[in-house]
């Protein structure tokens, strides 16, 4: 049983994916607030962490290779985490307005986001940390 995260320690998978999706989020969240880490929206922050996770948990080819490409690129598990999240967003923004359904094509897109994702860019996008 799984009782504290760390993201910057992978979590094992079957032990991640035997959690209830509500019991992820929490852990994530308790993390987030035992580091007092101030948060727009700590839920939210949450609810990313967990779908990267659980993406790396089911094998999910493109954020499998990610997050060491990331992490040697210089960026900690949990930068990586946040990079992928990052991409786990946009297509989650764009979704919401229309532009697309989730079909092959939109896969597709979200895997080459990811194998495009660099550190350099990332940092780009969030400026410094």
């Not at 504290?4 to 992978?10: G, K």
């Not at 999240?85 to 597709?108: M, N, P």
């Amino acid at each position: 049983m799984l009782d504290r995260y760390d993201p910057d320690q992978p979590p094992e998978a079957g032990a991640w994916m035997d959690l209830d999706e509500q019991e992820r989020i929490q852990l994530v969240e308790d993390f987030h607030a035992r580091q007092r880490v101030e948060l727009p929206n700590a839920k939210l922050h949450a609810v990313i962490h967990v779908v990267v996770e659980n993406q790396i948990a089911m094998g999910l080819e493109s954020v499998v290779r990610a997050i060491p490409r990331l992490i040697a690129q210089g960026l900690s598990r949990h930068d990586a985490v946040h990079a992928v999240g990052s991409v786990v967003a946009e297509q989650i923004f764009d979704l919401s307005r229309g532009k697309g359904v989730a079909t092959e094509a939109v896969h597709a897109r979200y895997d080459a986001e990811i194998d495009r994702l660099s550190a350099k860019r990332w940092r780009r996008r969030v400026g410094p940390r």
